[in-house]
């Protein structure tokens, strides 16, 4: 499962906002004397707007005097200026230069905007195995985006070796503090049965705590609890909220499914433009199952006025992403005609590429089409759907 790793628009806060000490002259005055304690309470006073207009600008030369006196929370909030272009022109490497120090006093949430540095290759060279490292002492002190972190590492095996166990220990740590990326993984564990004994009726508890904060893959995921009757009773309408509450955010799993919803009535009254609507949205993001669903739509008018060149330019990216019915769909088109020039070794070459794909019922087409073509030309095809094989993805 492909993950990048999240970085924040929003910058992780060191204390709460009501611990730290509000704008006012007296505090002024002490920052002015050389107070370095003084100098990042008043810095953050104007990165926060506490007890004074939020201006960026003013903040950071305060923070970024007491962060040369050894402030740590102040070193800290100089790399989130540098990393976010706040008060100063963004620079990844003067981020990187600050995070390191506040880590290297046991900052934890340094150590983890450390840890991404590393990750992503931001401000330093990519080293997964120091992400891990910084990831891993930020979330031994309880930093939950960093438990989740280091759960997703043991999960994939990057900067150390894969281990279900020690990926499920860190996703329940973060989960259990509320955080929702966490527990839509945890469901995933409980569900998948890694690291911990599969567990409908778990995976679909974290699935929905995660869902309620609005993580659009748990709600994907809750729907499709909800679709299959899995660690709860079957219910579309319910699939249908939560795939629709997915889909609206963009994902597009969730859009594929509401259109499915749509196209059969399941939770909802049947309805083609709508069905046409959300097979759209997802098949534009790559969604080959979509995509082939699309491509139906436009071949059989439904939700859509009729368009065979259109069907067949969706059912082709499909086919291009290894979706077995819509490689049989190109064949249909190539030997009926259909938004294309009929062309029976091509229709052969794409039936016969569905039917080793796995699609069984193309074989009666394979064998018909057969009989079309000489010996030399079936061979001609077979070689090029062996070479398509050695390139492009299996169902």
Not at 97 to 118: D, H, I, M, T, V
Not at 307 to 334: H, L, M, P, S, T
Request: with cysteine.
């Amino acid at each position: 499962m492909k993950r990048f790793i999240l970085i924040f628009l929003g910058l992780l806060c060191f204390t709460l906002l009501s611990a730290l000490a509000a704008y006012s002259e007296s505090l002024l005055q002490k920052a002015k004397s050389g107070n370095a304690e003084s100098q990042y309470y008043i810095g953050r006073a104007y990165y926060d707007g506490n007890g004074v207009k939020k201006d960026y600008n003013q903040a950071f030369p305060w923070i970024k005097s007491a962060a040369e006196k050894g402030i740590t929370e102040a070193q800290y909030w100089m790399g989130n200026c540098y990393y976010e272009g706040r008060g100063t022109k963004q620079d990844y490497n003067e981020a990187f230069s600050w995070y390191k120090p506040a880590a290297e006093q046991g900052l934890p949430e340094a150590q983890f905007r450390l840890g991404n540095c590393y990750y992503e290759g931001i401000g330093t060279k990519q080293d997964y195995n120091e992400a891990f490292r910084w990831f891993k002492a930020a979330a031994e002190q309880g930093l939950p985006e960093a438990q989740y972190w280091v759960g997703n590492c043991y999960y994939e095996g990057i900067g150390t070796k894969q281990n279900y166990n020690e990926a499920f220990r860190w996703f329940k740590a973060a989960a259990e503090q509320g955080y929702a990326d966490a527990q839509n993984m945890l469901g995933n564990c409980y569900f998948l049965g890694e690291g911990v004994k599969q567990d409908d009726n778990e995976a679909f508890h974290w699935y929905k705590a995660a869902a309620e904060q609005g993580h659009a893959d748990a709600q994907w995921n809750l729907g499709n609890c909800y679709y299959i009757g899995k660690g709860v009773k079957q219910d579309y309408n319910e699939a249908f909220r939560w795939y629709k509450a997915a889909a609206e955010q963009g994902y597009a799993g969730a859009q594929y499914n509401l259109g499915n919803c749509y196209k059969k009535g399941e939770g909802v009254r049947q309805d083609y433009n709508e069905a046409f609507r959300w097979f759209k949205a997802a098949a534009e993001q790559g969604n080959a199952d979509a995509q082939c669903n699309l491509g139906i739509c436009y071949a059989n008018g439904y939700g859509a006025k009729q368009d065979y060149n259109e069907a067949f330019r969706w059912f082709k990216a499909a086919a291009e992403q290894g979706n077995y019915r819509a490689q049989y769909a190109i064949g249909v088109c190539y030997e009926y005609g259909d938004g294309v020039k009929q062309d029976f070794k091509e229709a052969y070459y794409w039936y016969l590429i569905s039917y080793r794909n796995g699609y069984t019922d193309a074989e009666q087409d394979v064998k018909s089409i057969e009989n079309k073509l000489t010996y030399q030309q079936k061979q001609e095809v077979q070689k090029r759907v062996n070479d398509w094989f050695k390139t492009h993805p299996k169902e």
